[in-house]
């Protein structure tokens, strides 16, 4: 072992008793900076892979709707409802699929879709969507009453126009 002289083992000594006091919180703090950084690289990870696997469900979903393809079309928006449903693209999925079912004369399979939407979206403006798209679809049924609730939900100023049109016209 070498040598030191005084000064060198003050110092020493002056940094062992530092260590002492100071050597638990820094290691507590080094190690919690590194477990939040792993947990924020993995969140993202997560996230950016159920934002990926949403998508390509998205995607089958649109070319099912290409091909006019209503079985292929529920599938895909079922998949991304059960297993992506906080995804935005569950919400348009949904509003997508009803568009199809109207036209294919489902009317309850749109209400249903519709529904969904209004009730898990996370965006106020697809909901609003959802909403109007609802009301006109409980009007067509005659349903004058339930579409007038519908309307009555509150709503952004982009879309007072068309609510106000639509309850004119129940």
């Known amino acids: 072992?070498?040598?030191?002289?005084l000064e060198e083992q003050d110092q020493i000594d002056d940094l062992k008793a530092w260590w002492d006091r100071w050597g638990n919180v820094i290691?507590?703090?080094v190690v919690v900076a590194a477990v939040g950084f792993a947990g924020v690289q993995g969140w993202r990870w997560w996230t950016a892979?159920?934002?990926?696997?949403?998508?390509?469900l998205?995607?089958?979903?649109t070319q099912a709707t290409r091909a006019n393809?209503?079985?292929k079309a529920r599938e895909a928006t079922a998949q991304?409802?059960?297993?992506?449903?906080s995804t935005g693209y569950a919400a348009r999925a949904a509003l997508v699929s009803a568009k199809l079912m109207f036209d294919a004369g489902d009317a309850a399979g749109a209400r249903a879709q519709l529904q969904w939407v209004v009730d898990h979206a996370s965006e106020a403006e697809l909901k609003e969507i959802a909403r109007y798209?609802?009301?006109e679809l409980l009007l067509n049924e005659r349903k004058y009453d339930e579409a007038l609730a519908m309307l009555d939900a509150t709503?952004?100023?982009p879309f007072a126009a068309l609510y106000a049109d639509l309850r004119g016209d129940a």
């Open 80 to 85: 991304l409802a059960d297993r992506f449903a």
């Open 1 to 5: 072992m070498a040598v030191y002289d």
């Open 27 to 29: 290691t507590t703090v």
């Open 133 to 135: 798209r609802l009301a």
């Open 69 to 71: 393809d209503l079985p």
């Open 49 to 56: 892979k159920q934002a990926e696997e949403a998508g390509a």
């Open 58 to 61: 998205f995607s089958g979903l």
């Open 155 to 157: 709503h952004g100023d």
